[in-house]
C-alpha cells in the first residue's frame, strides 16, 4: 500500500506549521510591548493560563516578567499591571490614556458596549455625568442616604433576631440589605426579604457573578471566539442577563404611567426625564438601552461587592474573636446601646475604621479589576500600546503590594493605624480602583460598609460551631470575583 501521500501530507503540514510559527513570533518580537511569555499563533497564552487558576498563574506571571507585562488572550494582547507603582503610573499619571473599558465577554455579550460601566468616548462621560449627580441628588454622601441604611440596618437586624440564635449561612441575608439601598435609589422602595421576586431578583445577580467567576467564564474572557460557539455554562450568563433586564424593564414601564418631569422618585425616573429632553438630539447617550443597561450596572457595582465583603468580614471576625472584642468595646465606647450608629461616628472609631478598611484590602472582591483600554497610542515605560489594546491593573496585586503593606498576606488592621492608635490612609487601598473608571459608588459602599457592621456587632456577638483556620478566610484567586468560603454562623443577642 503506497503510504507516501501520507507522508508528504504531514511534511507539508510540519512545513506550514513552521512557517506559521516564524512569520507570527517575527511579528510578535518586532512589536514595542511590555516582555512576556511567547504566545502561540491563534490560541496566544491560554495554553498557558491554569484551567480555573486565572489569578494565580497572572500574578505568577508578573514574578518572571516584572510588574507590566503582555500575555496573549487569542491573538490579542493585553497588559497586566501587577504593582502598586504600575497601577499609579497608569490610572492616576496617565488617567486619560487609560481611561477607556476593556473587553470583558464574559458581560459584553449582554452589555454590549451600553450602560455607565461598559461604555466609552463621549457616551461613557455623558453617562458618568448622570450618575454621581443623580445618585447625590437621591443622597449618596447626604444624609438622605445614610437614613436609608440605618432604616435597612434596623430590618435586618430583626431579621436576624428571629434566627433565635440558630446557625445559618448569612449570605442571602446580607445580599437582600446591601441590595435594598440599592432599590431604594434605583426603584424607589425596598423589598422585604421573604418576597419571591425579590429572592429571584438576587439570585439571577448571584448566578450571574458566580458563572463569570468560574473557568468556564475564565475562557470565554480570555477566548471568546471560540468560547462563544461552545456550549457551557457560561451560556447561562446570557440567559440570566435577559431574565434580569425583563424584571426592570416592567419596573421602568410601570414608571412611565405615573412619571412626573417635576418629582422623580428614583434613578428611573431620573434617566426618563433625561430620555425626553434629549428626545431630538440623535447622538444622546439617553435611551432605553442605556437605562436598562446603566441600571443593571448600579445593581451589580451595589449588591454583590458590598454584601461579598460583609460576608468576608464576618468568617474574619469568627477567626479573630479578640479583634471582634476590640470592635464591640469601641461600638459601646462610642455609640453606647442607645442609639443608632451614624456616620459621623466613624471618624471617633479609628479601630473600626482600619478594620473595615483590612477587611476589603484582604478580602479583595475584585481580584483583576473590570479591564480599562488604552485611547489612544500610548507610550508607557517605554514600551508603545497601541490604541485599543486592553489592559488588566490587577487590583490582587495593588492590596498585596509589599512596598505599601507591612503583611501583605495577613489579616493586620495596623495597615490603617498609626503608632498612636488614629487611622491612617494608604495609597495602596484600591478596591474601588482608582483614577477615571474609579467605581462611582465608593461613598454609598463605604457608609454601607460602616453603617451594617457596627449595626449588627452592636446588637450580637459572633459564634460557630464550625472548626474554622486561618486557611479558610484566604481568598480563592480564581477569576473575576472572590468569595469566601461557605460558613455558618450564630448571631447571639448582646
Same mark, same amino acid.
Request: charged share 25%; with cysteine; glycine share 6%.
Given at each position: ?49 491554569? &484551567? ?41 499619571? /496617565? ?5 477607556? &473599558? ?6 459584553? /455579550?449582554?452589555? /454590549? ?8 468616548? @463621549? ?19 447626604? &444624609?438622605?442616604?445614610? @437614613?436609608?441604611? #440605618?432604616?435597612?440596618? #434596623? ?62 467564564? #475564565? ?24 431574565? !434580569?433586564?425583563?424584571?426592570?424593564? /416592567? ?24 430620555? #425626553? ?34 460576608? +468576608? ?69 517605554? %514600551? ?24 501583605? %498576606? ?40 460602616? !453603617? ?10 459572633? +459564634? ?18 472572590? %468569595?469566601?468560603?461557605? %460558613? ?5 443577642? &448582646?
Amino acid at each position: 500500500m503506497d503510504t507516501s501521500w501520507l507522508w508528504t501530507l504531514l511534511l507539508s503540514l510540519l512545513i506550514s506549521c513552521i512557517l506559521i510559527y516564524s512569520t507570527w513570533n517575527k511579528m510578535y518580537r518586532k512589536r514595542n510591548l511590555p516582555p512576556g511569555p511567547t504566545p502561540i499563533p491563534l490560541f496566544g497564552n491560554v495554553l498557558q493560563i491554569k &484551567r480555573g487558576e486565572m489569578v494565580k498563574s497572572l500574578i505568577e506571571y508578573g514574578k518572571k516578567y516584572g510588574d507590566t507585562y503582555t500575555l496573549y488572550f487569542g491573538p490579542s494582547p493585553v497588559i497586566i499591571l501587577c504593582s502598586y507603582r504600575a497601577t499609579k503610573e497608569a490610572l492616576i499619571d /496617565q488617567a486619560e490614556d487609560f481611561s477607556g &473599558r476593556g473587553a470583558m465577554p464574559s458581560f459584553d /455579550q449582554y452589555f /454590549q458596549g451600553y450602560g455607565v460601566v461598559f461604555t466609552n468616548g @463621549e457616551e461613557w462621560k455623558q453617562l458618568r455625568r448622570f450618575s454621581l449627580t443623580t445618585l447625590r441628588n437621591f443622597g449618596m454622601g447626604k &444624609r438622605g442616604i445614610e @437614613e436609608r441604611i #440605618q432604616e435597612e440596618a #434596623q430590618f435586618v437586624v430583626e431579621e436576624i433576631k428571629s434566627y433565635k440564635k440558630k446557625p445559618f449561612d448569612p449570605t442571602d441575608i446580607l445580599v437582600q440589605c446591601v441590595s435594598n439601598v440599592i432599590c431604594s435609589v434605583v426603584f424607589g422602595n425596598r423589598f422585604e426579604y421573604d418576597n419571591k421576586d425579590f429572592q429571584n431578583l438576587l439570585s439571577l445577580f448571584q448566578s450571574v457573578f458566580r458563572e463569570s467567576s468560574s473557568a468556564w467564564g #475564565q475562557l470565554l474572557n480570555m477566548f471568546p471566539l471560540i468560547m462563544n460557539h461552545i456550549p457551557g455554562p457560561h451560556k447561562k450568563v446570557i440567559r440570566d442577563m435577559n431574565k !434580569l433586564e425583563a424584571f426592570v424593564l /416592567q419596573r421602568v414601564k410601570e414608571n412611565e404611567k405615573t412619571l412626573d418631569s417635576n418629582s422623580p422618585r428614583d434613578i428611573i425616573d431620573s434617566f426618563l426625564i433625561k430620555m #425626553q429632553q434629549e428626545n431630538e438630539n440623535p447622538t444622546s447617550a439617553f435611551h432605553m438601552k442605556n437605562l436598562l443597561a446603566t441600571v443593571l450596572s448600579i445593581f451589580f457595582a451595589g449588591t454583590e461587592t458590598v454584601s461579598t465583603t460583609l460576608r +468576608h468580614g464576618f468568617l474574619i471576625l469568627l477567626i479573630y474573636p479578640e479583634i471582634e472584642a476590640k470592635l464591640r468595646e469601641e461600638i459601646d465606647r462610642v455609640i453606647g446601646q442607645n442609639r443608632s450608629p451614624t456616620i459621623e461616628d466613624r471618624s471617633k472609631m479609628p479601630y473600626t475604621d482600619a478594620v473595615i478598611h483590612e477587611i476589603q484590602r484582604f478580602s479583595d472582591v475584585i481580584p483583576m479589576n473590570v479591564p480599562h483600554l488604552v485611547t489612544k497610542d500610548t507610550q508607557f515605560r517605554g %514600551y508603545t500600546i497601541p490604541k485599543g489594546t486592553d489592559v488588566y491593573p490587577l487590583l490582587c496585586a495593588v492590596l498585596r503590594d509589599p512596598e505599601k503593606f507591612a503583611t501583605p %498576606y495577613e489579616f493586620n488592621p495596623n495597615h490603617f493605624l498609626d503608632d498612636n492608635g488614629c487611622f491612617k490612609s494608604n495609597d495602596g487601598f484600591m478596591p474601588f480602583s482608582t483614577g477615571k473608571r474609579i467605581c462611582l459608588g465608593e461613598g454609598l459602599a463605604r457608609m454601607e460598609l460602616f !453603617l451594617f457592621l457596627t449595626n449588627i456587632l452592636q446588637h450580637f456577638k459572633l +459564634h460557630t460551631e464550625s472548626r474554622l483556620i486561618e486557611d479558610d478566610i484566604a481568598p480563592k484567586m480564581n477569576g473575576f470575583a472572590n %468569595y469566601p468560603t461557605s %460558613y455558618q454562623l450564630s448571631f447571639i443577642p &448582646r
